[in-house]
């Protein structure tokens, strides 16, 4: 392991009992990058994140936060986390709660209140946080999360209760914060919602890492196909279909697929269909599909 990572995970194993709910899985995560852990519910994403929160001991492997142990002063000032469902005392106002977690992070209050407008709740920070709406308190618990410019955020389901553009502008503020610098490992069930807005996928299933690498990677390795479809001009589509075999859809398309490596060669049979094709839609592999297939691997890497 290095200590250029900010977190690094090798072959860490967590059981509780007979149940080995992490099993010997390896993960670094740098300076400014956004890592996606995913997993079906009970995968190990959350006995991950309280492993490297110092909150559960490994039976097995090794685990640091810039080359520290998880539960030392030096981590804790180190990691963040927000959890998907954040609960502050209702009586205190926003600018209350964020004065209150500056102070335990030796950070100045007048330092951590301009963070209430970096997550767009300033107009509330004299309100009581029990008259915030969910999305608020969403909201706020990142403002206490990015107190003191932490090296590492942990983010377990973090846009829960907001609306789309809400939901923007929290992945705005997070762009920002990785740009400077700070290490982002988030856990979503949104595959769509966070597909352009991470650089590494690491997607764990019954407590073992199954893949790990960019979307584009990942999606070449596992072979997953391309799909075209072709709208064939009026009262043509016969002769498109019989030219290019495929499915028929609606009566006025065509869909066919193609490896990634054949795109260019499947575009160029296209061409030759000349006026037959009034229009081409070409869908790559997303989240999802690269999500679906290595998720569904056993331990041996064979499909379920």
């Not at 890592?35 to 519910?41: D, E, K, M, R």
């Not at 767009?120 to 009581?128: C, K, L, P, T, V």
Request: net charge neutral; glycine share 10%.
């Amino acid at each position: 392991m290095t200590d250029a990572n900010i977190l690094s995970v090798e072959e860490l194993t967590v059981r509780f009992g007979a149940v080995t709910a992490v099993d010997g899985v390896s993960l670094t995560v740098a300076p400014g990058e956004r890592v996606a852990l995913l997993g079906h519910n009970g995968a190990g994403k959350s006995t991950l994140f309280k492993t490297v929160l110092g909150f559960l001991k490994p039976a097995a492997g090794r685990l640091s936060i810039g080359g520290v142990i998880p539960g030392s002063d030096a981590a804790r000032r180190a990691v963040s986390y927000l959890p998907e469902q954040v609960a502050f005392p209702k009586a205190l106002t926003g600018a209350e709660i964020l004065t209150h977690f500056a102070r335990l992070k030796g950070v100045s209050p007048k330092a951590a209140l301009p963070l209430l407008e970096v997550v767009g709740i300033a107009d509330a920070a004299r309100r009581a946080v029990g008259t915030y709406s969910k999305g608020m308190r969403q909201r706020l618990g990142l403002a206490q999360a990015l107190i003191g410019a932490p090296r590492l955020l942990l983010l377990d389901e973090p846009t829960s209760g907001l609306d789309p553009v809400s939901r923007r502008e929290f992945y705005d503020v997070l762009e920002a914060s990785s740009r400077a610098g700070t290490a982002v490992l988030l856990s979503s069930h949104s595959l769509s919602e966070i597909e352009n807005r991470i650089d590494r996928i690491a997607i764990l299933a019954k407590g073992k890492l199954r893949a790990e690498g960019a979307l584009s990677d990942l999606s070449r390795r596992a072979g997953l196909p391309i799909r075209i479809r072709i709208e064939a001009a009026e009262g043509r589509v016969e002769a498109v279909h019989a030219y290019l075999g495929g499915e028929r859809v609606n009566g006025r398309s065509v869909v066919v697929t193609c490896r990634a490596e054949d795109k260019v060669a499947a575009l160029a049979r296209l061409a030759e269909l000349g006026s037959d094709v009034a229009d081409i839609d070409i869908a790559l592999p997303d989240l999802d599909d690269v999500y679906r297939h290595y998720s569904g691997l056993t331990v041996e890497g064979a499909t379920q």
